[in-house]
């Protein structure tokens, strides 16, 4: 392979992470706790949207609870949305783990 070929090769990379970047940043992802008492949603890139909590599971003796929910379920939120960016990047690197990129 010339040196020609790889440069192609590293600039299509580079605008397929690109790509992939935007599509992280458009995509969102939910996660649940408490068989859907509490909703977070989080971008691909992690970045925390909204939380949403079922009225009928606040009562004001279960705040403790009601923490937990809430950490479950952006916990939840955050891992599947790192899953989606490890899943993208690998389509675009072929499995490779190159530094930097992903």
Do not use: H, W, Y
């Amino acid at each position: 392979m010339g040196f020609g070929n790889l440069a192609k090769m590293a600039q299509q990379m580079q605008a397929d992470m690109a790509r992939a970047e935007q599509e992280l940043t458009q995509l969102r992802v939910e996660g649940t706790a408490g068989g859907g008492a509490v909703k977070a949603v989080v971008t691909g890139k992690r970045d925390l949207l909204s939380i949403e909590i079922q009225r009928d599971v606040v009562d004001p003796e279960d705040v403790d609870m009601l923490q937990d929910l809430v950490l479950a379920a952006v916990t939840d939120a955050l891992q599947q949305a790192k899953k989606a960016e490890e899943e993208r990047m690998a389509r675009i690197t072929g499995g490779m783990r190159i530094p930097g990129m992903g």
